[in-house]
């Protein structure tokens, strides 16, 4: 097809530098790969290709196959040796190190796992001596599409060049038809100016412009011989692109089929100029000689090894359901190695179509799998209904082991969809039955699940005894993925008991799930590792470990995870008076998904408000306070509790009747900072502070808000000077500081009831609008401390120290650290 009206496009991408991502969008048949071999043609770097699959599911990382293939080297070694995901994508970026073009085309269909690549890549470019040209057709990406996600991701990155192709004009048109006049108007007119389109009309300029695509391909196709024509439709059945070997049909039947411009061979492939065309051919094929020929294709590429996803696809289409059984399970597994986890949920599903045919054991291991896929992508409710339906299988199979395993996993997703009493119960059943049993695996799922619902519920003691067991068990039985929980759960457990533990036993737990290719366990020990140390305020540990729980859950498509640390994140900002950032991250925190990651930032989105004045803050709260219900757990109603009564208290309405409960349970369970926090908002709070409160809820309030300083609490510092008279004027200009417009209006209204004169507003802001923590980090600097340093005075991260510094010499407007020191 002749490249008319696409100069301008292809001078964009002559011009396009290294080290940047070009996405080339338009609908079908619109040229986008014309244009990009055109380019690639007269480029001199060498170009690495890869296509997304038409398959009813397509292959995990097909594309990154194809240009491993081409590519050699650490890439084809690296996919070779099945390795993790995470180095898949790094070496792709490797190669990109030395000049290239990667081509990905088709990405409307692309895999979950080739999605995150291109996002990987595409934020990482920039370091790279390479171009990363995808295409897609932009009228099939629609509401919902997961392509959008990876727009979205690239939206605003300006090392991507975007071309979106128009149709042809009426002249482009003419000059593809060799005439213009009405004919061109005409043939513009019932083609769209599509230039696919356009050129399977003049293919059989004695017949009248076709309506449609299909009737200009299958009139093409009709113009064949028999043996041509039988050729062309075997060549149909393959998405993508035919080895020639498996054709099955005589050479020159397939060099008629070329001869005639409606396939084109490379090497020793064959493919249709355009997917349109082929799923014409494909569609105009009778239903039986069609099943055939995918039965032909299944048995050659299964003695082929072929990728098992392929072989599903023509299994199905084969209605080959024997086949089908063996071979989607088997492209499930591929599917969840690279994290492609909707792949996988459709595979299992593909399978589980036709369980019927098997016995009630398999059935119940194709469920539970599928439970599994459910769960990670946040279909709580399936995952739940698809392991109660195992349950039974197992039961009907005599496996009672395997039905008390299940039965205790099935407490962990009711705990995730925040239903805690039931999830209490199912544990509590599968306990009894493991009891039942010799010790085996079984009961040391139902000790490690056990341990989950009581950590979460922050029943410290038990939870650690019960996990401790579930160690036990595990090692003795050899079960690393269950040793690996077992562990995550202890540790998780130690926050809150012995502190300076707890790490050792969570990064053990990370170790061991990645060794077992447990991706999902790791994950969820590295957000345990932040989100318990932020729990108990220590913020340098809790925030690096958050930021990496983020960027690992990130790579690999956890977005449950990722979710969670990212709310934790939040609060950990917002406890510290970073206000600002932790806006920041919510937004980049989806408010959806399971209920802890939900409650989470709900209760810090509400109490953000509530503590800046700004209106909207009853809303958050009351869902999170809803959702934190429903769990029981203290660790969800503490904060949401504390919120509402902090938004109670600002409003001068009762404050004691919103938290008398949870403090209870708080004292009950002796969690110090949940009992000295909810403890101030009682109406009849003691003189004394609780013998089990934190440390500074029972120090005076001066000593106490020293120790907040210290934590990096600075909200709560002044708070805590807000009680002593003295100290008032101090309290109110960190208020004014951190913009917390209601705890300022309060201590100014104290001061007057007291005679006190209330500063300005003016004279207590930083001359430069820094807020207090960036005042610190910027004495810091006059005393020539390093990031490091500064993190370590601060108990902040360095990366953290580094943001502050940043926008220090933003706001002072000056461009060295040595200047914004000079500064007074």
């Known amino acids: 097809m002749e490249l008319l009206e696409r100069a301008g496009f292809l001078d964009a991408l002559r011009a396009c530098p290294t080290g940047r991502v070009v996405l080339v969008s338009g609908e079908a048949g619109i040229g986008k790969t014309a244009l990009v071999r055109a380019f690639c043609e007269q480029d001199g770097r060498r170009a690495l290709w890869g296509a997304c699959d038409a398959l009813s599911t397509p292959r995990p990382l097909g594309p990154l196959h194809d240009i491993a293939r081409a590519a050699g080297g650490g890439?084809?070694?690296?996919?070779?040796?099945?390795?993790?995901?995470?180095?898949?994508?790094?070496?792709?970026?490797?190669?990109?190190?030395?000049?290239?073009?990667?081509?990905?085309?088709?990405?409307?269909?692309?895999?979950?796992?080739?999605?995150?690549?291109?996002?990987?890549?595409?934020?990482?470019?920039?370091?790279?001596?390479?171009?990363?040209?995808?295409?897609?057709?932009?009228?099939?990406?629609?509401?919902?599409?997961?392509?959008?996600?990876?727009?979205?991701?690239?939206?605003?990155?300006?090392?991507?060049?975007?071309?979106?192709?128009?149709p042809l004009s009426v002249e482009g048109v003419a000059a593809l038809a060799g005439g213009g006049g009405p004919a061109a108007e005409r043939l513009h007119a019932r083609t769209g100016g599509n230039p696919f389109f356009v050129t399977e009309a003049l293919a059989d300029p004695g017949r009248a412009v076709p309506g449609t695509v299909r009737d200009a391909v299958l009139a093409r196709a009709a113009a064949l011989g028999a043996d041509a024509r039988a050729a062309l439709d075997a060549i149909a059945v393959f998405p993508g692109h035919a080895l020639l070997p498996l054709v099955q049909a005589a050479p020159e039947a397939v060099d008629a089929c070329v001869g005639a411009g409606v396939v084109v061979r490379e090497g020793g492939r064959v493919r249709f100029r355009h997917e349109l065309a082929r799923l014409a051919v494909e569609d105009a094929v009778p239903p039986a000689r069609r099943a055939a020929l995918h039965a032909r294709a299944l048995?050659?590429?299964?003695?082929?090894?072929?990728?098992?996803?392929?072989?599903?696809?023509?299994?199905?289409?084969?209605?080959?359901?024997?086949?089908?059984l063996v071979h989607a399970p088997a492209a499930a597994e591929r599917a969840f190695a690279v994290s492609a986890n909707r792949q996988a949920a459709d595979h299992l599903r593909r399978a589980l179509d036709h369980a019927d045919l098997l016995d009630a054991r398999d059935r119940a291991g194709l469920l539970e799998r599928y439970a599994e896929a459910c769960t990670r992508l946040d279909r709580d409710d399936r995952a739940l209904d698809l392991s109660r339906e195992a349950l039974e299988c197992w039961r009907a199979a005599g496996e009672p082991d395997r039905a008390a395993a299940l039965l205790a996993r099935t407490a962990h997703f009711l705990w995730l969809t925040g239903d805690s009493a039931a999830a209490r119960a199912a544990v509590a059943e599968a306990l009894d039955l493991a009891r039942s049993l010799p010790p085996g695996p079984a009961l040391a799922a139902a000790f490690t699940w056990s341990a989950f619902l009581l950590m979460y519920a922050r029943e410290i003691p038990a939870a650690i005894e019960t996990g401790e067991r579930a160690v036990d068990l595990a090692e003795r039985f050899g079960d690393r993925a269950l040793l690996a929980?077992?562990?995550n759960a202890v540790g998780s457990a130690l926050w809150f008991h012995e502190p300076d533990r707890a790490e050792g036993h969570l990064t053990r737990a990370v170790e061991i799930a990645l060794r077992v290719g447990d991706e999902v366990g790791a994950a969820s020990a590295l957000s345990n590792l932040g989100s318990g140390a932020g729990?108990?305020?220590?913020?340098?540990?809790?925030?690096?470990?958050?930021?990496?729980?983020?960027?690992?859950?990130t790579v690999r498509d956890l977005d449950r995870n990722r979710r969670y640390s990212s709310a934790w994140l939040a609060r950990c900002l917002f406890e510290r008076g970073e206000w600002d950032e932790a806006v920041t991250v919510l937004e980049q925190t989806e408010l959806e998904g399971a209920a802890p990651a939900r409650i989470v930032a709900l209760t810090v989105l509400g109490r953000l408000r509530v503590r800046r004045g700004e209106p909207g803050a009853a809303e958050p709260l009351e869902e999170a306070w809803r959702l934190a219900v429903r769990t029981g757990d203290l660790q969800r109603l503490w904060p949401a509790a504390a919120g509402r009564a902090e938004l109670a208290r600002f409003e001068g309405r009762p404050t004691g009747p919103l938290v008398r409960d949870t403090y209870e349970l708080a004292v009950r369970l002796r969690h110090g900072w949940a009992i000295g926090e909810l403890e101030q908002f009682l109406d009849d709070a003691p003189a004394r502070a609780h013998e089990?409160?934190?440390?500074?809820?029972?120090?005076?309030?001066?000593?106490?808000?020293?120790?907040?300083?210290?934590?990096?609490?600075?909200?709560?510092a002044a708070m805590s000077l807000s009680r002593s008279e003295a100290h008032l004027r101090e309290a109110l200009g960190i208020f004014e500081r951190l913009g917390a417009r209601p705890a300022a209006d309060m201590a100014s209204r104290r001061m007057r009831e007291r005679g006190l004169r209330a500063p300005r507003r003016a004279t207590l802001a930083h001359p430069h609008g820094l807020t207090e923590r960036e005042a610190d980090v910027l004495a810091l600097l006059r005393?020539?401390?390093?990031?490091?340093?500064?993190?370590?005075?601060?108990?902040?991260?360095?990366?953290?120290?580094?943001?502050?510094?940043?926008?220090?010499?933003?706001?002072?407007?000056?461009?060295?650290?040595?200047e914004a020191a000079r500064l007074e």
Do not use: Q
Request: negative net charge; proline residues 4%; charged residues 30%.
């Open 783 to 818: 005393e020539g401390l390093r990031n490091a340093e500064i993190a370590e005075r601060l108990h902040i991260s360095e990366k953290t120290a580094g943001h502050h510094v940043s926008s220090i010499l933003a706001k002072l407007g000056v461009r060295t650290r040595r």
């Open 485 to 487: 929980r077992a562990l």
């Open 692 to 716: 089990d409160a934190a440390e500074p809820y029972r120090l005076d309030p001066v000593a106490g808000a020293r120790v907040w300083e210290k934590l990096g609490c600075p909200y709560e």
């Open 75 to 166: 890439l084809a070694a690296a996919m070779a040796a099945e390795s993790s995901r995470h180095e898949l994508f790094t070496a792709f970026l490797d190669r990109l190190t030395r000049p290239a073009i990667a081509v990905v085309e088709d990405a409307h269909w692309a895999d979950e796992a080739t999605l995150d690549l291109l996002v990987f890549a595409g934020r990482r470019m920039a370091g790279t001596n390479g171009l990363l040209v995808v295409t897609y057709r932009d009228d099939e990406v629609g509401p919902g599409h997961p392509l959008l996600a990876v727009l979205g991701a690239l939206a605003t990155d300006r090392t991507v060049l975007r071309i979106a192709l128009p």
């Open 535 to 553: 729990e108990i305020r220590r913020y340098a540990v809790a925030e690096r470990w958050l930021r990496e729980a983020i960027d690992w859950c």
């Open 299 to 324: 048995a050659d590429l299964a003695r082929r090894g072929a990728d098992p996803a392929r072989l599903a696809h023509h299994a199905e289409e084969a209605g080959d359901v024997a086949a089908v």
